[in-house]
Structure formats: C-alpha cells, structure tokens
C-alpha cells in the first residue's frame, strides 16, 4: 500500500473564445475571484481579474506518492478542465505547478543551530 501525500497544484490558463455571454457572467462575478478568494482546496479555487486574460486554479490533490507531483498535475488539469467544461469557457492550454507538502522543508524564522546562545 502506497503512502498518499498532499499536493498543492496551480493550474493556469489563458481565457480563448469568450463568448459575449461568458464575458458578462465572469464579470458579474469577478469580485468573488479576486486575489482574496485564491484558497487551496479539493474543490479548486478559481481567480482572474476584470480584464478577462488569464486566469487560475488553486487545489488541493491528495494522492499516491508513488504517482509523484506528475500526476497530481494531472488530476488538477483534468478538476479544472472540467469546471471550464461544464460552463462552457473556451480557454487555451492548462499548465500546472505542483509543490508536494509532505516533502516540504519549513525553515523557520530566528531558528537557531545546536550551541548557539
């Protein structure tokens, strides 16, 4: 049985093919995708800005390890595809960022070494 890790993965993609209609109803809602809105979790979190050029995915992918930072990848492009999908939202292609959590180093501030005073 493999270990499973959390990833958190950015998906982004630029906006193509916007219909008049697509416009109007992202705008009637940019101000709830704005940079305050951007969370990381299961569901994705989709934020862009009033010009309509591109825009992103923050999710949150719990996987195999075994499967790597590739695939958690995937599975956030294919999460967002279908999102944009299912709205009918032409954009171009999706390209994705993905840091594993479990793997992580944390450096933390005013951290002192062994021996120091």
Not at 81 to 108: C, F, P, Q, W
Request: aromatic share 8%; hydrophobic share 35%; charged share 30%.
């Amino acid at each position: 049985m493999s270990t499973q890790h959390t990833y958190r993965v950015i998906v982004r993609g630029t906006w193509d093919g916007l219909t008049d209609g697509d416009r109007a109803r992202l705008l009637s809602e940019v101000d709830g995708h704005g940079l305050s809105a951007m969370q990381f979790t299961e569901e994705g979190s989709l934020a862009y800005d009033r010009v309509l050029k591109h825009f992103s995915f923050r999710y949150v992918v719990v996987s195999d390890a075994d499967d790597g930072e590739e695939m958690a990848g995937a599975i956030a492009e294919d999460r967002a595809e279908t999102y944009l999908g299912e709205r009918g939202y032409g954009h171009g292609a999706l390209r994705s960022t993905v840091t594993d959590m479990d793997t992580m180093k944390i450096n933390y501030k005013g951290r002192r070494g062994p021996g120091a005073a």
